[in-house]
Every structure is written in structure tokens, then in C-alpha cells.
């Protein structure tokens, strides 16, 4: 009797992926089932010194759809902020903790970028997730369903009234509170992500995602698909169905388990390029390659940078009876929350 022989070569790869900040040109709706982004984009290299300004006058926000400068009131800015980052059926505690945490990242950049950001120099805020993605509620009202705003505006109002001038803090300096959709189980360290060392930002496990519609994910290519995508990518590598698995190899992970660097035969690479890409969710995922029907299987876990807080982490952790001070302080290592206030000049 004859052996038949079914080969299948696993290959799995966890990566880590390095986005440039690039400034939102032209803006699109976020679609009803795919409200979460992973914006903030990534840390900004602060200046040392920089002093608490003054916000009376309201916040400068560049609007990224029309390209000018509108003023408006920091909590009015934050609700528009908070309802278009997280789904507002998500419970209350978690809109709060997104609430102080959008607050925070908002004054953090005011006070760094004062006379404006060098990618919109008006204005230290964008629309755009090169900041925070931000919606008017008429914006709102046309992209949900008819009864969102007397449904959902109320409790919108309620998490950013409830945690008014509440931010977040490290050794008494603002923090820049990072934030995504879904970690896969765990956040991942700024430093292995973005080259940017934040003592707050650090890895922490991230339970109860596992309602998150993104944390698995599959993509299916066929062999021929994937090399190409390769070979166009990396044309000095020599990869066939028959070498796969001896032509990528694992170079460097993370504390998380992330890749940060991976070898496509032989030449060693920022991991987070694969995800770029294979336009896949999250640097957290699986290759496998079944020679028998010539079929590449990626699923990927978690959705998004990975890095400070999980917002369907938070979610499960609100369910679980945790507070968006637990929230806060699980998420982002060693901060205190306290009101924000300008010194008087």
C-alpha cells in the first residue's frame, strides 16, 4: 500500500509594526461595524519644561475634512472624540475611562505644540486619527442609525460631564495615554513598538477581549499570492512553496511575544513591514502554508498598535464591575488621576 504523505508547514509569526504619523488628508466615515481605530498614531518626542496652558479660550482643533482651524470647548471637543472612538453601547465605565483618556492626550499636545503641530501648524489638534478621531454630533446623527442621538448622545454627555478636567498623570507630568481597539491578550511596550521609551506604557495582560468582532481575524491567500506579494516587496529573495518555511525566520520578539524582527531569506527586516504588507490587522498572527491544496491560512489576533490602553479591554474589565479609575491605572503603569489645573502667570 502506497504512504501518502500530507505535508504542513506551520509557520507562525507574532510582529510588531512601526506606522509613520502621517496627517488625515481627506476623511472617511468609520463604518458601523468597524468603529474602533488605533489612534492616537504613536508617541511624539516631548520637549522638556513645557508649561500647563491656559484653555478658558477653548482648544484650536484642525479640521482635517475642509483643511481650517475651528476653536471649540475642550469637553465639547472630547465628547465629539470620545463618541467617534469607541462604540457608545460600550459601558459606562469604559466611555469614562476613554473620556480622561482622550482629555489627556488632547492637553498633552496642546502643551507641546502650542503655536501648532508641524503637520498642521495652526493648531495642535487634527480630526484626523494622526491625532483623535473626532465627529460632530449632526456627523453622528447621518452615519448610525435614526434613534442614536436621543439613545446614545445622553450617555456620550454623561462619561465626559461625570470626568470633567479629570487627566492622567506621571510624576506629575501629563501623560500621552496611547489607546487601540483590541491587544490580543496583552498591550504591548512602547519601546519594542515605536523606539519611544514612556514608563506608563508598558505591557500589561488585557483580559476579557474576547467579545471584540477583530480578535481573530483569518486571511486566506494562495501560495502563488503570497510569494508574489514577497518577491514584489523583497525582490532579491529567493522564496518557492518548497522553501517557505527555511526562508523566513524569526530574528527578535518582544516582551509581549511580538516579532520586532524577522529574516526573509536572509535579510533582517522590521517585522511590522509583514503586517504593512499583508494588510493584516494587528503585528499578533499565525502563518500557515498547506502545500496540499497550496493554500496560505493568516489569522490574526488583536486589532491595532497594541500599545496603552485596550478599548474592548476596558470594556470587559468595566463589565467585570472594574471602575474607569482600575481601568486607568491597569492600563497605563504607575499614573495617579487627578483634575487638571494651569498655573497662573
Known amino acids: 500500500m502506497k504512504k501518502i504523505g500530507i505535508y504542513y508547514t506551520a509557520i507562525a509569526l507574532i510582529i510588531i509594526i512601526l506606522i509613520p504619523a502621517i496627517i488625515v488628508k481627506t476623511f472617511n466615515f468609520v463604518p458601523k461595524k468597524d468603529k474602533l481605530k488605533e489612534s492616537p498614531n504613536k508617541p511624539e518626542n516631548i520637549s522638556e519644561g513645557n508649561e500647563d496652558v491656559k484653555i478658558e479660550d477653548g482648544v484650536k482643533v484642525y479640521d482635517t475634512r475642509n483643511q481650517q482651524v475651528k476653536e471649540m470647548d475642550l469637553e465639547e471637543y472630547v465628547k465629539g472624540v470620545v463618541a467617534a472612538e469607541m462604540p457608545a453601547e460600550f459601558h459606562i465605565e469604559a466611555l469614562k475611562a476613554q473620556a480622561i483618556a482622550s482629555r489627556t492626550y488632547a492637553l498633552s499636545r496642546i502643551n507641546n505644540y502650542s503655536e501648532g503641530h508641524p503637520d498642521h501648524k495652526k493648531a495642535a489638534l ?103 506579494k514577497l518577491s514584489t516587496k523583497y525582490p532579491n529573495s529567493n522564496i518557492t512553496k518548497e522553501n517557505i518555511s527555511e526562508k523566513i525566520k524569526l530574528v527578535e520578539k518582544s516582551k509581549s511575544g511580538r516579532i520586532k ?74 499614573i495617579t488621576i487627578d483634575e487638571y489645573k494651569t498655573e497662573e502667570k
Open 126 to 228: 487634527c480630526t484626523g486619527i494622526h491625532c483623535q478621531a473626532y465627529l460632530t454630533l449632526e456627523e453622528l446623527t447621518n452615519i448610525h442609525a435614526k434613534d442614536w442621538p436621543e439613545k446614545y448622545w445622553p450617555k456620550i454627555e454623561e462619561a465626559v460631564k461625570s470626568t470633567k478636567g479629570q487627566v492622567l498623570y506621571y510624576k506629575g507630568e501629563l501623560i500621552e495615554p496611547l489607546y487601540h481597539s483590541t491587544s490580543g491578550g496583552m498591550t504591548e511596550d512602547s519601546q519594542d513598538v515605536f523606539a519611544v521609551d514612556r514608563p506608563y506604557l508598558k505591557a500589561v495582560s488585557s483580559p476579557y477581549e474576547e467579545e471584540a468582532p477583530k480578535f481573530k481575524s483569518l486571511v486566506t491567500l494562495t501560495g502563488d499570492e503570497f510569494i508574489k
Open 261 to 334: 524582527k524577522i529574516a526573509i531569506d536572509g535579510t533582517v527586516i522590521n517585522g511590522g513591514e509583514i503586517r504593512e504588507l499583508l494588510e493584516l490587522n494587528s503585528t499578533n498572527f499565525t502563518i500557515t502554508y498547506n502545500p496540499k491544496n497550496n493554500i496560505v491560512e493568516i489569522e490574526t489576533i488583536g486589532y491595532g498598535h497594541g500599545v496603552g490602553m485596550s478599548q474592548w479591554g476596558a470594556n470587559g474589565m468595566a463589565k467585570q464591575d472594574k471602575s474607569y479609575k482600575d481601568i486607568l491605572k491597569h492600563y497605563y503603569t504607575g
